[in-house]
């Protein structure tokens, strides 16, 4: 019996249809991988878009408007990469994998921590270093 075989049962028509189930489930699983993966490339956009904004924006009047608008795309890249992780987690514990290894809830909360973490120290950064003033 090869690997893409179905188990061999008595009702073919059961059997076939249980191993399509468990490869739609398989497929689902890709599926929401390949989707947190879009929503972690939309949270680095919005980082992005915040530290652009900044950069062209410097010397925007009143100067903290520019960081203000930079945090606000950069604290929206962090929290969705948390939701996105929060989502795939649901997801994943509510499929089971049969022909294909999933990748680990850990390295989703991994990811998803290490770039809320990111855009969080970024903001800091981004209101503290200007010698200390917070106007500047």
Known sequence: MAQDDPPKDTDKSTEWAEFRTDLAEDRNIMAMERTFAGWMRTAFAAIGIGLGFR????????????????????????????????????????????????????NFKFMAYAVATGSAILIAGLWILNDGDLTG
């Open 55 to 106: 950069a062209v924006f410097g010397e925007f009047q009143p100067p903290w408007l520019a960081k203000a608008i930079a945090t606000v795309f950069i604290f929206g890249g962090g929290w969705l990469a948390v939701t996105a992780e929060r989502r795939a987690c649901k997801t994943l514990a509510r499929l089971d994998s049969h022909k294909f290894e999933a990748i680990s809830t850990p």
